[in-house]
C-alpha cells in the first residue's frame, strides 16, 4: 500500500432563515472535509459535522494528531488506522471532537478503499446497489413561517409534493400543548398516509417530564400513533431512557451524539432503545458504523441513521435492519452539506427511496470553489 497524506479544511455554511431546535438557535453549520490522498494521487473523502463553532479545532486535531497515525500505519489497513487512532486519543477526549475527527478520516480511507477498486461503498461492504427508504426530516422552529401549526402542515405538504410518505418533526421547543397541536396537525396533513416521528433533541430533563409529553403527542395522535419518540433524554441518562422506554407505548429512538462500539453496547445492553439512530460522521466512522450495525443485527434492533444520507445509503445497503435513512430537502436550507458537493453528488430520490450512487467510494466529490468560498480553516488544493 502506497503511502496516504491527509488535507483538511473546516467549512461554515451559513443557514439563511432563523432556525431553532429545543435547545439552541443555528446561524451556520460547520463541517470537517478530509481527502485522504495516495502516492498515485487517487482520492478519498470523508467528513464530519461539528455544529457551530468547532470546525476550526477538528481540523487541526486531524491535522496535528491524526495524520501522523494515518500515515504511520498506511500499511497495516483500515482496520489497525482505525485502532492507532483511537488510541491515540485516550488522552485527549476518546469521545467528542476526537470521535467525529476520526469519524471523517476513517471514512475517507474507506472512500479511497473502494475507489480503488472501482467499487461502490456499498458493494465493496457486501451490500448492493439496492434503493433505500427514506423519510422527510425536519419541522424545525422557524418564527419567519407562519403559526407553529401552519407552518408544519406546509411542510408536510412540500415533503408530498416531493414524494415522501414518512415525516419527522421537532418537539420539546415549545410548550408540551403547542407541540401537540404541531402534532395534530402534522397528521392532518399527512391525511392518513405514512408515518410521523417525533425529535426531541434531548429536551426534557427527565424521565417524568418526557412520559408527559409523549403521553400528550400520543394522544394527539389518536388511533394513527407514532413512528418514534427521539432523544427524548439526556444521551448520558441511559438508565432514564430504560425507564421511559419501558412505560412507552411508543417505541424510543436515539444515538446520534453516542459515539464508538462501547457506547451502542451500552444502549442496547440495558433494554433501553427500541430504534438505533448511529451517525457515520459521530460515532467513529465507516469502520464503526458497521460494527454497530452488526451489533444490531445481532439482537433485530432497527437501525434508522441519523443525518448524511449520502454517506448512510450505502451503509444501509449492506445492512440486513435497515429501517428508513434520514432525508432534508436541500431547498429547506436546514441540512445544506450538499451544497459544498458538485451537482452529480447530489443525492437523487423518488417516491421516499434513495439508491447508492453506482460511482466509485460514495460517489461524493466536493466542489472547490464552493468549499473555498465557505473555508474558514485548513488548505484544500485544486
Known amino acids: 500500500?502506497?503511502?496516504?497524506?491527509?488535507?483538511?479544511?473546516?467549512?461554515?455554511?451559513?443557514?439563511?432563515?432563523?432556525?431553532?431546535?429545543?435547545?439552541?438557535?443555528?446561524?451556520?453549520?460547520?463541517?470537517?472535509?478530509?481527502?485522504?490522498?495516495?502516492?498515485?494521487g487517487l482520492t478519498g473523502v470523508g467528513y464530519t459535522y461539528t455544529g457551530t463553532n468547532a470546525g476550526a479545532s477538528t481540523a487541526r486535531f486531524i491535522s496535528e494528531v491524526l495524520a501522523n497515525v494515518v500515515a504511520g500505519t498506511d500499511d497495516e489497513g483500515i482496520t489497525a488506522t482505525w485502532e492507532a487512532m483511537y488510541h491515540q486519543s485516550l488522552l485527549v477526549g476518546r469521545r467528542g471532537l476526537a470521535l467525529r475527527a476520526m469519524s471523517a478520516v476513517d471514512m475517507a480511507l474507506w472512500d479511497l478503499a473502494a475507489r480503488r477498486v472501482a467499487t461502490p461503498l456499498a458493494v465493496h461492504l457486501g451490500g448492493s446497489l439496492r434503493p433505500i427508504p427514506a423519510?422527510?426530516?425536519?419541522?424545525?422552529?422557524?418564527?419567519?413561517?407562519?403559526?407553529?401549526?401552519?407552518?408544519?402542515?406546509?411542510?408536510?405538504?412540500?415533503?408530498?409534493?416531493h414524494g415522501f410518505v414518512d415525516h419527522k418533526i421537532k418537539v420539546g421547543g415549545l410548550s408540551i400543548g403547542e407541540d401537540a397541536d404541531r402534532v395534530r396537525a402534522a397528521l392532518d396533513a399527512m391525511?392518513?398516509?405514512?408515518?410521523?416521528?417525533?425529535?426531541?433533541?434531548?429536551?426534557?430533563?427527565?424521565?417524568?417530564e418526557a412520559l408527559r409529553a409523549l403521553h400528550a403527542?400520543?394522544?394527539?395522535?389518536?388511533?394513527?400513533?407514532?413512528?418514534?419518540?427521539?432523544?427524548?433524554l439526556s444521551v448520558d441518562d441511559v438508565e432514564g431512557l430504560r425507564r421511559l422506554q419501558a412505560r412507552a407505548?411508543?417505541?424510543?429512538?436515539?444515538?446520534?451524539?453516542?459515539?464508538?462500539?462501547?457506547?451502542?453496547?451500552?444502549?442496547i445492553d440495558s433494554g433501553a432503545v427500541d430504534v438505533l439512530q448511529p451517525d457515520v460522521g459521530v460515532l467513529g466512522g465507516v469502520s464503526e458504523f458497521m460494527r454497530v450495525v452488526?451489533?444490531?443485527?445481532?439482537?433485530?434492533?432497527?437501525?434508522?441513521?441519523?443525518?448524511?444520507?449520502?454517506?448512510?445509503?450505502?451503509?444501509?445497503?449492506?445492512?440486513?435492519?435497515?429501517?428508513?435513512?434520514?432525508?432534508?430537502?436541500?431547498?429547506?436550507?436546514?441540512?445544506?452539506?450538499?451544497?459544498?458537493?458538485?451537482?452529480?453528488s447530489?443525492?437523487?430520490?423518488?417516491?421516499?427511496?434513495?439508491?447508492?450512487?453506482?460511482a466509485p467510494g460514495f460517489g461524493i466529490d466536493f466542489d472547490a470553489e464552493?468549499?473555498?468560498?465557505?473555508?474558514?480553516a485548513g488548505e484544500w488544493s485544486a
Open 135 to 161: 423519510y422527510a426530516s425536519g419541522g424545525y422552529y422557524r418564527p419567519s413561517e407562519g403559526s407553529w401549526t401552519q407552518a408544519v402542515v406546509d411542510e408536510i405538504r412540500l415533503n408530498i409534493e
Open 1 to 40: 500500500m502506497s503511502r496516504i497524506s491527509l488535507e483538511v479544511v473546516a467549512v461554515a455554511v451559513p443557514v439563511v432563515i432563523r432556525t431553532r431546535i429545543a435547545n439552541r438557535e443555528l446561524d451556520k453549520r460547520e463541517y470537517v472535509l478530509v481527502r485522504a490522498i495516495d502516492d498515485d
Open 217 to 232: 403527542f400520543e394522544a394527539a395522535a389518536g388511533e394513527v400513533g407514532l413512528w418514534w419518540f427521539e432523544e427524548p
Open 370 to 376: 464552493a468549499v473555498r468560498s465557505f473555508m474558514i
Open 191 to 208: 391525511d392518513g398516509r405514512g408515518r410521523l416521528a417525533l425529535d426531541a433533541n434531548n429536551a426534557y430533563p427527565s424521565p417524568a
Open 294 to 344: 452488526r451489533s444490531a443485527e445481532t439482537y433485530q434492533i432497527p437501525v434508522a441513521p441519523h443525518w448524511h444520507a449520502n454517506a448512510h445509503v450505502h451503509l444501509m445497503a449492506a445492512a440486513t435492519t435497515t429501517l428508513t435513512i434520514e432525508h432534508f430537502l436541500l431547498s429547506k436550507d436546514i441540512y445544506n452539506f450538499e451544497r459544498l458537493l458538485t451537482p452529480e
Open 346 to 358: 447530489v443525492l437523487p430520490f423518488r417516491d421516499g427511496l434513495v439508491a447508492p450512487s453506482s
Open 249 to 267: 407505548h411508543t417505541p424510543i429512538a436515539t444515538g446520534e451524539i453516542s459515539q464508538s462500539r462501547y457506547e451502542f453496547r451500552q444502549l
